[in-house]
């Protein structure tokens, strides 16, 4: 299993560092979708959000699972789409942003932003998972 994610974050690197290195371009999925509907964007951005939706499509028909499905229903997901939205757009980028290419090129804000981040993570699973009823602590 950690094998997976390992392999996962590596392809993610590679293909955020051949995107800033080929391009000069972030990969922030939240900048990359925001232009979608801001402004006229290039084919490249078209091109890596059809990427990761051909990712799990190839994941599927190899007959591979796609972890992290959820189960609610479609008013909580679209709520929770527009928390994340509003989100990104207050801290200036999402985590894929932030994290993976922010912080690789030193940005300060980012590695704030990323500790942030990490931080609330830390404290919402926590909350989820022994404070509230039906956790798992």
Known sequence: MYLH????GLLIGIAASLLLLGSGQIAGISGILGSLVEQHPG???W???AGLLVAVALVRLAG???PGQLAMGWPLLVGSGLLVGFGTRLGSGCTSGHGLCGMGNLSTRSIVATLVFMAVAFVTVF????LLPGGEG
């Open 127 to 130: 909350v989820v998972r022994h």
């Open 5 to 8: 994610a390992l392999e996962g």
């Open 47 to 49: 091109s890596f959000l």
């Open 64 to 66: 591979g699972a796609v």
């Open 43 to 45: 084919a490249w951005r």
